[in-house]
């Protein structure tokens, strides 16, 4: 069983900034890549950013230089600094792992995506 909670959502002020933070536990052998996904009312969930578990980032065109995402492996734990947010930033953000985990492995099965059940930002103007 992979567990991902996530963190670190709330209220800020439009120009403010949030650090969001998703730790995944449970039985895992590894994971690979770690990423953050949100979804505003009404609309379909968008990924935001995305880190391989080298180190390589990708980021969505409008988040580009104000979001950065990083991920501390020893603690298994995926970040999101969120920074000079917009009101149209506001949704639900939901972090995902690729996970391999232990029962996985041992069944020679491959990695699955996990989701968190995610955390509200709201931004106001």
């Known amino acids: 069983q992979v567990q991902l909670v996530e963190s670190g959502g709330g209220l800020v002020q439009a120009g403010g900034s949030l650090r969001l933070s998703c730790a995944v536990s449970?039985?895992?052998?590894?994971?690979?890549?770690m990423g953050w996904h949100r979804q505003a009312p009404g609309k379909q969930r968008e990924l935001v950013a995305v880190?391989?578990?080298?180190?390589?980032?990708n980021y969505q065109e409008a988040v580009k230089g104000r979001f950065t995402i990083s991920r501390d492996n020893a603690k298994n734990t995926v970040y999101l600094q969120m920074n000079s947010l917009k009101p149209e930033d506001r949704a639900v953000y939901y972090c995902?792992?690729?996970?391999?985990?232990?029962?996985?492995?041992?069944?020679?099965?491959?990695?699955?995506?996990?989701w968190g059940k995610g955390t509200l930002v709201t931004v106001s103007s």
């Open positions: 995902n792992a690729n996970v391999l985990s232990l029962t996985a492995w041992t069944g020679g099965r491959g990695p699955q995506d996990y």
């Open positions: 449970g039985s895992i052998f590894s994971i690979n890549a």
């Open positions: 880190i391989s578990s080298g180190g390589n980032t």
